[in-house]
């Protein structure tokens, strides 16, 4: 995608168009998981001290890193199949400054379009809400953890390990909600062309 921006020709392949998908996927829903787990991490070290070393062990956390690598390349790989694999007709300009799934979408024609569209924003709100859903659950549990301990020292003291883990989650999701939830202005949908790709 740098080189693509840096480049003074403003077309892009199929195939760079597909990778840059499938990597923009797959990171993401890798990130989500990874804080997901991260987020269980937190919880297992307050709410079950004596027992971490036992449920968070080298292997399984070895094992959970890859768990979260192989969801991540396979929704990324099913969301970018599903995407090219529908018919583009018309214009060839995308209107986003990358290879965006809604902006492709939007090109597409072919009376599998919706249902197409409403698969993919399916699996991705899902998958994405769901991973929220179990950090949010841990940190319920984190909570009224912290609340029992009697010292105000302590609960300041353990409350501050998951200071960091909160900050990247709600970076994470806001930046995601301000991107897919933001509402659509009266601008000018030329203003976020990067490059018109050929068909």
Same mark, same amino acid.
């Given at each position: 995608m740098?080189?693509?921006?840096l480049?003074?020709?403003?077309?892009i392949?199929?195939?760079a168009c597909?990778?840059?998908?499938?990597f923009?996927?797959t990171f993401?829903?890798t990130h989500?998981?990874l804080?997901m787990?991260?987020g269980?991490d937190?919880?297992v070290a307050?709410?079950?001290?004596?027992?971490y070393?036992v449920?968070?062990?080298n292997?399984?956390?070895?094992?959970l890193?890859?768990?979260s690598?192989?969801?991540?390349?396979?929704?990324?790989?099913?969301?970018?199949?599903i995407?090219?694999?529908?018919?583009?007709?018309g214009?060839?300009v995308i209107? #986003?400054?990358a290879?965006h799934?809604?902006?492709l %979408? $939007?090109?597409?024609c072919?009376?599998?379009t919706? !249902?197409?569209? &409403?698969a993919?924003?399916?699996?991705c709100?899902?998958?994405l809400?769901?991973c929220?859903?179990?950090?949010?659950?841990?940190?319920?549990f984190?909570?009224a953890a912290?609340?029992?301990?009697?010292s105000a020292?302590?609960?300041h003291k353990?409350f501050?390990t998951?200071?960091?883990h909160?900050t990247?989650?709600i970076? #994470?999701?806001?930046?995601?909600?301000?991107?897919? %939830? $933001?509402?659509k202005?009266?601008?000018?949908m030329? !203003?976020n062309i &990067?490059?018109?790709?050929?068909?």
């Amino acid at each position: 995608m740098l080189v693509d921006m840096l480049s003074t020709c403003h077309t892009i392949t199929w195939a760079a168009c597909a990778s840059q998908m499938f990597f923009s996927f797959t990171f993401g829903f890798t990130h989500s998981f990874l804080l997901m787990i991260m987020g269980y991490d937190h919880y297992v070290a307050i709410c079950h001290p004596l027992r971490y070393n036992v449920l968070m062990n080298n292997c399984g956390c070895a094992r959970l890193v890859s768990w979260s690598w192989a969801g991540g390349s396979v929704i990324g790989m099913m969301s970018t199949l599903i995407v090219f694999h529908l018919t583009f007709c018309g214009s060839n300009v995308i209107h #986003h400054f990358a290879c965006h799934v809604l902006s492709l %979408l $939007k090109l597409a024609c072919g009376k599998e379009t919706s !249902s197409v569209t &409403l698969a993919v924003i399916l699996v991705c709100v899902s998958a994405l809400m769901g991973c929220l859903f179990l950090i949010v659950l841990s940190y319920v549990f984190i909570v009224a953890a912290i609340l029992r301990i009697p010292s105000a020292e302590g609960r300041h003291k353990t409350f501050s390990t998951c200071v960091s883990h909160l900050t990247v989650v709600i970076v #994470h999701y806001g930046f995601a909600s301000i991107i897919y %939830l $933001k509402p659509k202005g009266p601008h000018s949908m030329d !203003s976020n062309i &990067l490059w018109p790709p050929p068909i």
